[in-house]
Nanobody
Framework: QVQLVESGGGLVQAGGSLRLSCAAS????????MGWYRQAPGKQRELVAA???????NYADSVKGRFTVSRDNAKNTMYLQMNSLKPEDTAVYYCNADGVRTFLDTRDLWGQGTQVTVSS
């Protein structure tokens, strides 16, 4: 079974930093794009940052200059370095992988989510 597992969330004070990881496990050939999304209470899920297999990145305006997305294709792992965190960054952060090629099909996957809480 192919799955994504996030780690690295937690509680941090405003101005602090956290690093999230998303590791893909199971039997698959390759992953196309990957991205981090977040969902705050009462709000819709939104894209935070995305990265293609080649390393091209895209960020939400609200995190530009503070967050950095990266990936290690050899380890099938994506990272999100979050600096200068603000209380409004508080949310559940989800990892997404699209174009995951398995023996049976090509699919999109979501992780289970990791909570990030920034206190003021």
């Amino acid at each position: 079974q192919v799955q994504l597992v996030e780690s690295g969330g937690g509680l941090v004070q405003a101005g602090g930093s956290l690093r999230l990881s998303c590791a893909a496990s199971g039997r698959f050939f390759s992953i196309n794009g990957m991205g981090w999304y977040r969902q705050a209470p009462g709000k819709q899920r939104e894209l935070v940052a995305a990265i293609t297999r080649a390393g091209t990145t895209n960020y939400a305006d609200s995190v530009k200059g503070r967050f950095t997305v990266s990936r290690d294709n050899a380890k099938n792992t994506m990272y999100l370095q979050m600096n200068s965190l603000k209380p409004e960054d508080t949310a559940v952060y989800y990892c997404n992988a699209d174009g995951v090629r398995t023996f049976l099909d090509t699919r999109d996957l979501w992780g289970q989510g990791t909570q990030v809480t920034v206190s003021s």
